[in-house]
């Protein structure tokens, strides 16, 4: 099975910073067939259930501010906040999903 | 809209089987493209995936639990159940179902608020 390995486990960032988190699978996820990374992020504040930020490695999800940005290809992936706001004080999680699906451990991020 | 919402036991003893059902609206699992997927989550740890099936019946399931689990669905009544056996204290978590289509790849891109279960005797 495709092992998601994320980095750091948790940063602290100042308002208006940027915030930056890795993401290794164990395998590459990126399809020949269409040329598309079957990466995903998930942002989880608490109390809540995770919310979809990021498809295809960096198409953002409905809704989600332009201060998310996905990035990467094959087996090495980012998700950058390009300036933290206090909303965005959450977990974060990669996932991939070809054929089964796996979830990295996630990454606190704080203020 | 689409919504889902789990329901099922709070609380189940050792080695018994956990039966979870997940209601949903907005969407149809007889409607091509379409798929609802089970996750959990122990407290404070990270999210596991379980469990997905698919308009036409086609079903996954996670290789390191898949002798425990069975995902099916109901279509005429917006349903779908995941059933666990042999629970254990470990068990113990917030389960969610989330909605899965295709324009995304089948990411879950609607959830459930999720319901906790805990393993106990």
């Known amino acids: 099975d495709i092992v998601m390995t994320q980095s750091p486990d948790s940063l602290a960032v100042s308002l208006g910073e940027r915030a930056t988190i890795n993401c290794q699978s164990s395998?590459?996820?990126?399809?020949?067939?269409?040329?598309?990374?079957?990466l995903a992020w998930y942002q989880q504040k608490p109390g809540q259930p995770p919310k979809l930020l990021i498809y295809?490695?960096?198409t953002r999800a409905s809704g989600v501010p332009d201060r998310f940005y996905g990035s990467g290809s094959g087996t090495d992936f980012t998700l950058t906040i390009s300036s933290l706001q206090a909303e965005d004080v959450a977990v974060y999680y990669c996932?991939?999903?070809?054929?089964?699906?796996?979830f990295g451990q996630g990454t606190k991020v704080e203020i | 809209q689409i919504t889902l919402k789990e329901s099922g036991p709070t609380l189940v003893k050792p080695t018994q089987t956990l039966t979870l059902t997940c209601t949903f609206s907005?969407?149809?699992?007889?409607?091509?493209?379409?798929?609802v997927g089970w996750i959990r989550q122990p407290p404070g740890k990270a999210l596991e995936w379980l469990a997905l099936?698919?308009?036409?019946?086609?079903?996954r399931y996670n290789p390191s639990l898949k002798s425990r689990l069975t995902i099916t669905k109901d279509t005429s009544k917006n349903q779908v159940v995941l059933t666990m056996t042999n629970m254990d204290p470990v068990d113990s978590a917030t389960y969610y179902c989330?909605?899965?289509?295709?324009?995304?790849?089948?990411?879950?891109?609607?959830w459930g608020q999720g319901t906790m279960v805990t393993v106990s005797s």
């Open positions: 989330a909605h899965s289509g295709a324009v995304d790849g089948y990411t879950f891109d609607v």
């Open positions: 907005g969407f149809s699992l007889s409607t091509t493209a379409v798929a």
């Open positions: 099936i698919y308009w036409d019946d086609d079903k």
């Open positions: 395998q590459s996820v990126l399809y020949s067939s269409n040329n598309k990374n079957y």
């Open positions: 295809w490695a960096s």
């Open positions: 996932q991939q999903y070809c054929i089964t699906r796996t």
